[in-house]
């Protein structure tokens, strides 16, 4: 899987839009990309995934680039509950990719 | 509905002792993963179970490890033998299948004396 690079820290005012931001520009053209944050003690939360078109669900939008080497997770009304490490995962979509590999993430920090 | 779930949530043991792990997937999915976390690393990939398939458990650190998945649900992550260094949270995950996000349990958080 193709390795990605993220800021190591962010803060966001609450209630304004946090834009998380990865490289990822050795991806490939089957793989997709991920995102995941964990909560202090807490096990991994799923957030949202795409391939080449912009995502959006009810965490979050995903917006990749033309040239699929980078993306950004935008929680569109950061809360306090945001507060988390986010991590930004490339993962193809065949048989023995279902492994996740997490790297250190941004910690994003909410400030009231 | 609920999620996955795992017990105990917190095992201390002394070093050389046998721990059992266990993990509750979310009803109906054929895909369960074990990964553990070192304090302030990333995930470490252990073991993969799907339906029926062998598992793939090329992530095992040694041979001290092992995990089994009874009746395609519930699944029990054995570490014999116990050493310092095995000290990390074991987070146990599954999902509908190998391709589709993963929905992860709270964690055990093992420590070993």
């Known amino acids: 899987d193709a390795k990605t690079t993220q800021p190591t820290s962010m803060d966001c005012a609450e209630g304004r839009a946090a834009n998380l931001p990865c490289n990822h520009s050795t991806i490939s053209g089957n793989e997709y990309v991920y995102w995941y944050r964990q909560i202090h003690s807490q096990g991994p939360q799923y957030i949202i995934h795409?391939?080449?078109n912009n995502e959006t669900n009810e965490m979050a939008s995903l917006i990749i680039t033309e040239d699929r080497k980078s993306s950004t997770l935008i929680l569109p009304h950061a809360t306090l509950r945001d507060t988390a490490v986010y991590y930004c995962i490339v993962r193809a979509s065949g048989a023995g990719s279902y492994q996740l590999t997490f790297g250190k993430g941004t910690k994003l920090s909410v400030i009231p | 509905g609920a999620g996955v779930s795992q017990s105990p949530s917190n095992k201390v043991t002394e070093k050389g002792k046998d721990v059992e792990l266990r993990c509750d997937p979310i009803s109906g999915h054929t895909a369960l993963y074990w990964y553990r976390q070192s304090l302030g690393q990333g995930l470490e990939f252990l073991i993969y179970?799907?339906?029926?398939?062998?598992?793939?458990k090329s992530g095992l650190p040694s041979d001290r490890f092992s995990a089994e998945r009874t009746g395609g649900s519930v699944s029990t992550l054995t570490i014999q033998r116990t050493q310092q260094e095995d000290s990390a949270v074991y987070l146990c995950?599954?999902?509908?299948?190998?391709?589709?996000?993963?929905?992860f349990g709270p964690g055990t958080r093992l420590t070993v004396l």
């Open positions: 795409g391939l080449k």
């Open positions: 179970f799907q339906g029926n398939s062998a598992p793939d």
């Open positions: 995950a599954s999902s509908t299948s190998g391709l589709n996000e993963q929905f």
